[in-house]
């Protein structure tokens, strides 16, 4: 492993640099942002060591860090620059379109679908930290498309980081995506609203808010550049989770208007099954 | 401060005791809870000395910690019961309902409503902890309905507790918890609902869920006998907040399903303004 190009330099491209950086001393990190103050920030963080517009052709790994609906042309376009003995791999979360587009792709074996399971509610190179990957689920789609020799490149650095490999096919993981993590920065971004809108009237509304409301809205922080266009990409499938969410709210609702204690004691007892699966899980 | 006594042995009671033990070594607490097992885990657990089905006569202070529903009744008997020189007070979710039935009762001036903005997931004695009190917000309403010397019993206790008094009246009080607290919990457990729904199909969802949704979902883990009363005791102001949160969610969802990408980012943009209030009041 000697050269890595990352292009996009937020939270989880910066974060593959810091720790791609402390794990092989000797690597050559460049890479690009579409806007330059960025840039400048990663060269001062250290996520990079070369501000540089297309990887060279002896580049091992090249990371597609930038937002979900700019990820198809940044695809097709990185994968007509590399040598034939770079591994290109993206962070995105939807991986439907892109696998279909680069299907028949000539450089396909160069490819591989990723998906790192990790992130905060901040974005940017200031938010990005060496950590932010270690122990985290990677998962990888299509694998059996991507080169074997390629492939060895990606094992050695996502091994080298900690990231514990899942593997399953992408329309499948844009449909478990729309329920485990899409679905949860609607809650909460529209819960934000929510409060938001009732503050106008009442000013305090905050000073009563404890810990459960801080970490229900904690995802209402979360970049709108980078959700609006995952919330799009993966329109279908977001579409069929929110539509299940809001049929259970109004369901709860009507619960609660008929004061059916015990109807609501029942649905809250059922979904406290909740405990056991997170608690094994994380 | 000689003697304390709390009915309601769980997360809040418990931790109350807990901590008012840590504060006043010489105190003694006596307590009792509807359930057996609870009861003898709080004396294990060093939360109260004594078991006691009634205050004494010369306690300073009795601390209603039971579920929402239960307080009615419980704080007309435990009126009846105690002597002149004892304050009640509660720490229900809920504080208009106590605050009408008391209005006129001979005894007014002997009860506080209070409400700690403090909790976990987590219910019952074993959950408690001296800790969990320690610099939240205190929520007093009609604060000048209660005696003033008996007043003064409840100013040492919740100093000694590092409690911050926040003041207003039990209306605005329950329209406020609906939108910050009683919201929340409910967008919670739907959430945790629509995934658990959409597992039994799909098996190993759990393994792709990072941080934000075990943020989004972690009130879901939140005990059914503590909040359906809680759900219909404020029936009207959650059905307030439910509808907005609902009708918000419907709106967001025809903007996914239009494509329309700005519309989504310029409203989540709206919406980060919570980084601020948050970061400010935490």
Wanted: glycine share 6%; proline share 3%; charged share 25%.
């Amino acid at each position: 492993m000697k050269k890595i190009h990352i292009i996009g330099l937020g939270l989880l491209g910066g974060s593959f640099g810091l720790a791609a950086a402390k794990k092989f001393p000797d690597i050559l990190i460049s890479g690009s942002d579409a806007d330059e103050k960025n840039l400048q920030d990663a060269i001062n963080l250290g996520i990079i060591q070369e501000a540089k517009d297309a990887p060279d052709a002896d580049t091992d790994i090249v990371i597609l860090a930038t937002p979900a609906d700019t990820l198809n042309d940044l695809l097709l376009k990185t994968l007509d620059q590399v040598g034939e003995n770079t591994l290109v791999f993206d962070v995105g979360s939807t991986k439907a379109k892109l696998c279909a587009l680069v299907a028949e792709h000539p450089k396909r074996k160069q490819y591989l679908a990723a998906h790192p399971i990790a992130g905060t509610e901040y974005s940017g190179p200031k938010a990005a930290f060496g950590d932010l990957l270690d122990r985290k689920v990677m998962i990888i789609c299509e694998l059996e498309q991507t080169d074997l020799g390629l492939k060895e490149k990606a094992y050695e650095l996502f091994d080298a980081l900690n990231l514990k490999l899942r593997f399953m096919d992408p329309e499948e993981h844009d449909r478990h995506l729309a329920f485990v993590s899409h679905l949860s920065h609607i809650s909460s971004f529209m819960l934000g609203k929510t409060v938001l809108q009732k503050m106008e009237d009442e000013k305090n509304i905050f000073d009563m808010a404890g810990s459960g409301f801080a970490s229900t809205v904690r995802l209402a922080k979360s970049s709108p550049a980078m959700w609006a266009p995952i919330l799009t990409e993966n329109k279908d499938n977001i579409l069929t989770a929110l539509d299940g969410y809001i049929s259970n709210l109004s369901a709860f609702r009507e619960k609660i208007a008929a004061s059916d204690g015990s109807g609501l004691s029942d649905e809250m007892t059922e979904v406290n099954k909740i405990r056991d699966i997170l608690d094994l899980e994380k």
